[in-house]
């Protein structure tokens, strides 16, 4: 079956520095890919998606690309910033965008210092 | 806009005992999710609605867990009886025509 698989955490960086969480994931046909953010006492958010191969989504400085020939969708941010300490889940949904139900990976812990 | 609401927050019940979650999603959305979510696993899917019929229960526990989303509007998910390893956070989605899911911050369930 389809699965999800992220770099475990926590991660611990100084602010300002570059960010890298790795996800890569298995999965029958083309699924869609996304990060969901959570914050501490709230509920998961959406951060970005890209649908099909090549994609890249973006939001709030984040980034990250659909990589079909590495089944990769690494997420990655210039410059952190303390507000960016949270939970982070990398997600595959069906070709249609997540319709079925979305798979999730297991979240990776983010902490940034000050 | 108001998000997805669930209720309660926090739940604590001793074991063998009922228990139910409440979903109310953004007004409109046709479709909801219940999810489980395992202390430091990501969330998993239990039942997924398309207004009040349930298309995809397959991972639901059906000995113990129902649910139901009366009128294609607010969603119940009740355990009966509730075991030790129930203890998890239950969180609701929804989305409008299968579009980006949207969740409500959750309902963190301990049984004792």
């Known amino acids: 079956g389809d699965s999800v698989t992220q770099m475990e955490g926590p991660v611990t960086l100084s602010e300002e520095a570059f960010l890298t969480i790795n996800c890569t994931y298995t999965?029958?046909?083309?699924?869609?890919l996304f990060w969901y953010v959570q914050y501490p006492g709230e509920g998961l958010q959406l951060l970005l998606k890209?649908?099909?191969?090549?994609d890249k989504g973006s939001n709030k400085g984040f980034e990250a690309t659909y990589r079909k020939e590495t089944t990769s969708f690494h997420l990655e941010k210039g410059s952190v910033q303390v507000s960016d300490s949270a939970v982070y889940f990398c997600?595959?949904?069906?070709?249609?965008?997540?319709?079925?139900?979305?798979?999730f990976g297991k979240g990776t812990h983010l902490i940034i210092q000050p | 806009e108001a998000g997805v609401v669930q209720s309660p927050r926090y739940k604590i019940i001793e074991k063998k005992q009922p228990v139910a979650f409440w979903c109310n999603p953004i007004?409109?959305?046709?479709?909801l999710y219940w999810y489980l979510q395992n202390l430091g696993q990501g969330p998993e899917l239990l039942i997924r609605?398309?207004?009040?019929?349930?298309?995809?229960d397959s991972q639901l526990p059906k000995d113990r867990f129902s649910a139901e989303r009366l009128k294609g509007v607010d969603s119940t998910l009740k355990i009966q009886p509730a075991e030790l390893g129930d203890s998890a956070v239950y969180l609701c989605?929804?989305?409008?025509?299968?579009?980006?899911?949207?969740f409500g911050a959750g309902t963190r369930l301990s049984v004792l």
């Open positions: 007004s409109g959305h046709n479709t």
């Open positions: 997600a595959l949904g069906d070709s249609g965008g997540g319709a079925d139900g979305l798979t």
């Open positions: 989605a929804s989305s409008l025509d299968s579009d980006i899911q949207y």
């Open positions: 999965a029958t046909g083309y699924p869609s």
């Open positions: 890209a649908t099909k191969a090549d």
């Open positions: 609605y398309e207004n009040e019929e349930a298309v995809d």
